[in-house]
């Protein structure tokens, strides 16, 4: 598979970007919107990875400004984003990694999903060279979150 972010697949960039838009608003009420001005907003400071293996191997790599982790880790929680630590920002950042994993193995697996989603880690993956990469960034109330899908047949 060729590597570029407009993969007519079962995974384009759209739908890379819809799946985590609902799953921020599902599970922790952030509001987020495709960005078409990435250089708009602050680099991405936190990483975090899921990896997956099936019918096809890959990760779904996390990129965001430690204030969309806290943001993020405040509305899971319930608190006030000052109250929360680091720790619990790179907790929320690794859940929504999990959560993003599974979205994206039932959208490529369909019903019959043959596909192992591993544990969520903090850190960027390497770049795999013989991966098909679908990429999205969102503006989430100001704050940056970067989605990239990696995958190759198994």
Same mark, same amino acid.
């Given at each position: 598979?060729?590597?570029?972010?407009?993969?007519?697949?079962?995974?384009?960039?759209?739908?890379?970007?819809?799946?985590?838009?609902?799953?921020?608003?599902?599970?922790? #009420?952030?509001?987020?919107?495709?960005?078409?001005?990435?250089?708009?907003?602050?680099?991405?400071?936190?990483?975090?990875?899921?990896?997956?293996?099936?019918?096809?191997?890959?990760?779904?790599?996390?990129?965001?400004?430690?204030? #969309?982790?806290?943001?993020?880790?405040?509305?899971?929680?319930?608190?006030? $984003?000052?109250?929360?630590?680091?720790?619990?920002?790179?907790?929320?950042?690794?859940?929504? $990694?999990?959560?993003?994993?599974?979205?994206?193995?039932?959208?490529?697996?369909?019903?019959?999903?043959? #596909?192992?989603?591993?544990?969520?880690?903090?850190?960027?993956?390497?770049?795999?060279?013989?991966?098909?990469?679908?990429?999205?960034?969102?503006?989430?109330?100001?704050?940056?979150?970067?989605?990239?899908?990696?995958?190759?047949?198994?």
């Amino acid at each position: 598979m060729p590597s570029d972010d407009t993969t007519t697949d079962l995974l384009p960039s759209d739908a890379l970007a819809r799946l985590s838009i609902d799953a921020l608003e599902r599970t922790a #009420f952030v509001l987020a919107d495709p960005c078409d001005d990435p250089d708009s907003l602050a680099p991405a400071e936190l990483h975090a990875h899921i990896d997956f293996r099936g019918p096809e191997v890959g990760s779904v790599d996390l990129g965001a400004t430690r204030a #969309f982790a806290r943001n993020l880790a405040a509305s899971l929680l319930g608190a006030d $984003a000052a109250d929360v630590t680091d720790a619990q920002s790179e907790e929320a950042l690794r859940e929504l $990694a999990n959560i993003l994993g599974g979205s994206v193995i039932t959208r490529l697996g369909g019903t019959d999903c043959q #596909f192992l989603l591993g544990l969520p880690q903090l850190g960027a993956t390497a770049p795999d060279t013989r991966s098909s990469a679908t990429q999205c960034t969102l503006d989430a109330e100001g704050e940056r979150l970067d989605i990239t899908c990696r995958r190759r047949a198994a």
